[in-house]
């Protein structure tokens, strides 16, 4: 079946600009997750759903940034305003079930990932 | 807060070389640990899990084994092959997310 996919690929935006980057995750998936990827900071949790609602914003690094998702699926992550330090890789992945703890765990699928670069 | 820590810099190593990357980790409770691959231009693979100590993960010839005494989880291959050649990254699991290591570029030469 479908993996995760995301939208775009590629964004390139001036500061300052606001930009919207896209996640569908695998259907049937009640958990979705993104992530940054930069060079200087790694791999870094951003944000988690469980179904429409976000239980675990803490990852998100200012109040710029923001995430919704509908109808249990497709989620956009914004940028408002953006800035270069915000240039990085953007991944989004989802899983079964947001149950993380013992070998219950789901694994999670991870997307292709948006590369944002902010000029 | 859980965090993982992988040793640092690239690995370059010839074709049939033995590779081992260490990893270890702080968490609170009982973690599933794991190595997740990049393959160049492709997004993040699971390679391996681990879901309670002792166990061993193993998949395409890598193995690691879950040690709760030594807080590790060193990824190793006895004979790698050019097609190796990716970044890894150690994981575990807490607090709904996964805490990922700064990763290791593997270079594997003819």
């Known amino acids: 079946g479908a993996g995760v996919s995301q939208s775009p690929s590629n964004k390139v935006t001036e500061k300052g600009k606001d930009v919207e980057l896209r996640c569908d995750p695998i259907?049937?998936?009640?958990?979705l997750y993104w992530y940054r990827q930069s060079l200087g900071q790694g791999l870094e949790f951003l944000i988690y759903?469980?179904?429409?609602?976000?239980?675990?914003k803490s990852g998100l690094p200012s109040d710029r940034f923001s995430a919704e998702r509908t109808g249990g699926s497709v989620s956009t992550l914004t940028i408002q305003r953006t800035q270069q330090e915000d240039s990085a890789v953007y991944l989004c992945?989802?899983?079964?079930?947001?149950?993380?703890?013992?070998?219950?765990?789901?694994?999670?699928?991870f997307g292709p990932g948006t590369r944002l670069t902010v000029l | 807060g859980n965090s993982v820590t992988q040793m640092e810099g690239p690995v370059t190593l010839s074709e049939e070389a033995f590779l081992t990357i260490n990893c270890t980790y702080t968490?609170?409770?009982?973690?599933?640990l794991f190595w997740y691959v990049q393959y160049p231009g492709e997004g993040l693979q699971l390679l391996l899990k681990?879901?309670?100590?002792?166990d061993k993960g193993s998949n395409k010839g890598f193995e690691a084994t879950y040690r709760k005494e030594t807080t590790s989880f060193h990824l190793e291959k006895g004979s790698v092959q050019v097609s190796d050649s990716a970044v890894y990254f150690c994981?575990?699991?807490?607090?709904?997310?996964?805490?990922f290591g700064k990763g290791n570029q593997v270079v594997v030469i003819p």
């Open positions: 992945a989802s899983s079964a079930s947001g149950t993380s703890l013992g070998p219950s765990y789901n694994e999670q699928f």
């Open positions: 259907s049937g998936h009640t958990a």
């Open positions: 759903f469980q179904g429409n609602s976000a239980p675990d």
């Open positions: 968490a609170t409770g009982y973690p599933s």
């Open positions: 681990a879901t309670k100590a002792d």
């Open positions: 994981a575990l699991n807490g607090n709904n997310r996964l805490a």
